[in-house]
């Protein structure tokens, strides 16, 4: 399979979006200081190969550009993440959470019909491919604190208060 990738700047620092051969998005992160290679390979598999193409991942960079200055709440996009199905299920569970909401693991456990598997629940959170878009800067502990999956305690606080959940809304841009 042809992994097509691009990195851009954020107002949160660098972000690396990854699309399949369909044009689904199967990745998008924090780049922080890796190299694309070591963003995308964790989900690269035998036989697929990863190419940098801004114009293939032009749709993602268009609408995370846009919600960070708050012109989008509801993405609009493919998604493909890789993962296992409870992971799947999980995500799906996520993308639930509304902009400007927030669930924790315990919730989202009781929802998915599994009220004891809030670690589970936790840990396929915490592996999320597909930071913003798969929100799980929306999901805290059970104890309401952050889990900083979304590059970090930091950048989490930053979307919720973009998102109105906390305090003041941040300037982003």
Do not use: S
């Amino acid at each position: 399979m042809k992994i097509r990738a691009h990195a851009w700047p954020t107002p949160l620092g660098a972000m690396m979006a990854a699309v399949d051969e369909a044009d689904a998005l199967i990745l998008l992160d924090f780049v922080d200081a890796r190299t694309p290679e070591a963003v995308v390979g964790p989900l690269i598999g035998r036989g697929d190969a990863l190419r940098l193409d801004a114009a293939a991942c032009a749709r993602v960079v268009d609408q995370v550009n846009a919600y960070f200055t708050r012109q989008l709440r509801d993405f609009e996009l493919t998604l493909a993440p890789r993962g296992t199905p409870f992971q799947q299920q999980v995500w799906r569970q996520v993308q639930k959470i509304a902009y400007g909401h927030t669930a924790n693991v315990t919730d989202l456990a009781v929802q998915l019909a599994q009220p004891g598997a809030f670690r589970a629940v936790g840990r396929a959170v915490a592996v999320n491919p597909i930071a913003i878009v798969v929100p799980d800067h929306r999901v805290t502990g059970p104890d309401g604190t952050f889990f900083g999956r979304t590059g970090g305690e930091e950048r989490q606080r930053r979307l919720l208060e973009l998102e109105g959940v906390m305090g003041a809304a941040a300037q982003l841009t």
